[in-house]
């Protein structure tokens, strides 16, 4: 019993990292449908931001964290003015902005293998891993208990943002359509930037956390790819399918590994995505997409 | 259900709800063999839905459609088009990287087959077949007046010249049911008057069905002798040209707002 | 010839076969895919196995690894290819690591994550020009016909195709297991080549790597394909030197094209009279009289 409701506190807190990456990859989705491939990189550019500034500079976790989350924001934006504002101004094409996203993520990734070399680093010991007693029925560890915290606080935030704000307003707009929302005197160039900022400030987030788990190399990023399989679970730019389908991904991981093999637990996850999209095609709660004829 | 002989395709009682909307609503009609029948109403009215669960797009929700004695519900898109019906779309559908004659022969080739191993190898029947289904398809091209663009990309082709490609394209399936959805949308008068020039001519030499919707009123009349008259989804009339043109219930759907206007 | 040269020249024909596949399923069918290197894997795997422990001759241990990665196909296709755009990019995706881990997981049979070596490298210059050769008249015969037709139509519009009589979900399960099957083929010559292989071979960045060289190439071209393949093999050569800077260049140049020319090198045409036509004569002649009206 101990064990299980270990796995679970686990699986919840992995499964909330996920959510963190899964939200902001498919927040960019809703609103220019195509999958960011680069979205990782935004991840690892968080990572090692905040690595950075915590060993050069010797600040604390507060200030190498906002450092983080600011510059992945920005460097998501530049992303997407220089690789993809091109494209999409362009073409309509979506498949012309997912190669090209692919690209970018291997540039993203292939500069830290050069500037900062390919081996494992540990980020300094900022975010407390110590053991937690829950109330004696299991025992876990302060990080995974911060991790869910963390997400919840930045998952509220992008709700309050989403339902407050103009701007929100607007983004929930685009995500019916872009067009419509651009006729309608939104400007969508600012939008896109502030969707793009959005979605790197959270991947940041969960890059910190994943660095912490696994150590921080460039190809952390391709942990984005269990991200995407949970939106696409959830259903591609469904805001809550992102965060369910993280959060069934975050468990099936942690109970297949508990109970079963840490080996198979990605093969789980991925029998899980298949299995999902057989029953259903667009997700648990995607847009049925039906064509008019 | 009784069905007379002549009946090629008839319609009824079927219903089509999308979402809380009834689209079409008990629509029962025949469409004669060999006649040219008109499918007319207001936008919205339901007449392209109509072609949709002809053939077989969406499911119907009740009622029955038979195409010569046998019933399309419960077959995919494809097999109905097998079935010998073809049609043309309002959004004009055509592939538009491909050329015009590439557009045709595609249709063309269900009727001149040959086997894998054959389309792998080029041996056997391809050399012979495909010259078949290519000559077919010029002339096709030929007949609604687009040979000369043949080597052109479809996509690339003035919008009139679309909907004759759609309609070459359809008549390579060889049905004997047309459905035109439209033809003569976004067309100037002289291209109208020149398609229903080209809609009588197939129809007279290619012995066929055809069911052609429009909101032109005055284009259906011209040339099809039996008129279905459809609003909110419902038949309100059926009849000659005359009896559309006097039917009350037809001329408050169409004409309502502007007798208001006098 | 030299032995470099020689390598170089297998290595291009190989990858060659395996960009005709992609092709025709992404370029000709317009089916997405992210995860070909599970039907390389299958391919090399089933060559190596078969020749190492059961004693066969390579020819049949090849065609074997080509009909096995196209019974895959089949049956990954029959319920996958009913997904649409990116919902079937991140299920390939997901379907090719499950093969992956499988792979490294099944210990007593592939060896797992060690990998196979010792492999007979029957793979000389005049073996792969023969099966290139064969292979690539198969795939410009199947492009012009009755099914390369089809495929483009599938493509283009698939509403409009099935409404032509087209049965879209036949003709998309028939593309996947022919490009399984030339890259399953193209997996038991590499095998053949390399003489040791490696589940980590056959990652996600193998798949990305076979789809963008047909993307380079232009989609919707046979000859662009091999174009496309045959630059970005030969320029990944030349930076071999310098292996660094040669993932960040592949990367950059895949961001370029999708900005620059995302149609590809050669659009949609193939090297031949017609491309040729199309570059010195813009007016094409009447074939016929024009029509009653």
Known sequence: MGTFIQQIINGLSLGSVYALIAVGYSLVYSILLFSNFAHGGFLVIGGYICYYTLNLMGTNIWVAGFAALVGAGFCAVLTERLAYKPIRERTSVTLYLLIASMGMSIVIENIFVIVAGGRFRALPPVIPTTPVDLFGLATTSAFDLLSLVAAVVFLGGLQLFLTRTKWGLAIRAAAYDLRVAGLMGVNVGRLISIVFFVAGLLAAVGGIFLSVRYTLYPQLGMITIKAFVAAVIGGLGSLPGAVVGSLILGLAEMLTAGFLSSQLRDLVVFSLLVITLIVRPSGLFGKDIKEKV | ?262 | MSNYTEGILILLMINGIAAMGVSLLTGFTGIFTLGHAAYLAIGSYTTAILTLDYGFHWLPAVILGGLLAMIVGYLVGLPTLKLMGDYYAIASIGLAESIRLIIENWQSVTNGARGIPGIDTFTTLPITAGFFVVMAYGAFCLINGRIGRAFKACRDDHVAASLLGFNTPRYRVLSLSISAFYVGIAGGLYAGFISFIQPIMFDMLKSTEMTSVVVFGGLGSMSGALLGTTIITLVTELFRPISQYRMLIYGLVLVLVMVFRPEGLLGRHEVGPALFRKLTRRVTPAPGERGPL
């Not at chain 2, 499918?39 to 929700?61: D, E, H, S």
């Not at chain 2, 996509?155 to 394209?169: K, N, V």
């Open chain 2, 1 to 262: 259900m009784s069905l007379d002989e002549t009946a090629v395709l008839s319609l009824s009682g079927v219903n089509k709800f999308f979402g809380g909307v009834h689209a079409v609503s008990e629509m029962t009609f025949t469409v004669e063999k060999g006649g040219l029948t008109g499918l007319i109403g207001p936008n919205g009215a339901g007449k392209t839905t109509i072609f949709n669960l002809i053939t077989g797009v969406y499911p119907v929700n009740s009622g029955e459609i038979l195409f010569k004695g046998q019933s399309v519900l419960s077959r995919k898109s494809h097999e109905i088009i097998h079935m010998g019906i073809a049609r043309t779309f309002q959004n004009l559908r055509l592939f538009h990287r491909s050329t015009v004659l590439e557009n045709v022969m595609t249709a063309c080739q269900h009727h001149h087959p040959y086997g894998f191993v054959e389309s792998l190898t080029h041996l056997g029947r391809w050399k012979k077949e495909e010259k078949v289904i290519r000559d077919r398809s010029l002339e096709l091209l030929d007949r609604v007046g687009l040979a000369d663009r043949a080597d052109q990309d479809a996509g690339t082709l003035p919008y009139g010249h679309q909907r004759r490609l759609e309609i070459a394209r359809a008549l390579a399936l060889e049905p004997e049911l047309l459905l035109l959805d439209e033809p003569a949308a976004g067309m100037n008068p002289e291209e109208v008057f020149a398609l229903n020039d080209l809609i009588s001519a197939i129809h007279r030499d290619f012995d066929l069905t055809i069911l052609v919707i429009e909101h032109h009123m005055d284009l259906v009349m011209e040339i099809c002798p039996h008129i279905v008259c459809m609003n909110f989804g419902a038949r309100i009339a059926e009849g000659g040209p005359e009896e559309i043109q006097n039917h009350p219930e037809v001329l408050k759907a169409y004409l309502g707002e502007e007798v208001v206007d006098e």
